[in-house]
């Protein structure tokens, strides 16, 4: 059984910080990219980073770029998101799922990702 669980989130002001966990169990880990999303009420979830599963190849929404750095440790089954710079418009939901490929060939949509967590809540205020 495939399980996911993300930790780290929480509330803080614009221009702060946040590190996301996201640690995965029941598959082989170091087979498999990894994807982050984000989802805010009334509106879809959208992919904010793919990292493949050798870190060589890390992509970013344009949203998040330059701002945010995914990252990941093969040896704990875990992937992380650094968050610096934060606006009041990344507050959501944020999301871990795992690609069912190494490569983030296919990564923006939810549809190319399988096992998904239960997210954990990022409130930015002004």
């Known amino acids: 059984q495939v399980q996911v669980v993300e930790s780290g989130g929480g509330s803080v002001q614009a221009g702060g910080s946040l590190t996301l966990s996201c640690t995965v169990s029941?598959?082989?880990?170091?087979?498999?990219?990894m994807g982050w999303f984000r989802q805010s009420p009334g509106k879809e979830r959208e992919v904010v980073s793919c990292?493949?599963?050798?870190?060589?190849?890390?992509f970013y929404s344009g949203s998040v770029k330059g701002r945010f750095a995914a990252s990941r440790d093969n040896s704990k089954n875990t992937v992380y998101l650094q968050m610096n710079s934060l606006k009041p418009d990344d507050t959501g939901k944020y999301y871990c799922?795992?690609?069912?490929?190494?490569?983030?060939?296919?990564?923006?949509?939810?549809?190319?990702?399988?096992?998904w967590g239960q997210g954990t809540q990022v409130t930015v205020s002004s």
């Open positions: 799922a795992t690609n069912p490929t190494s490569y983030c060939a296919d990564w923006k949509r939810p549809s190319d990702y399988d096992y």
């Open positions: 029941g598959l082989r880990f170091d087979d498999h990219a």
């Open positions: 990292i493949n599963y050798r870190s060589a190849t890390i």
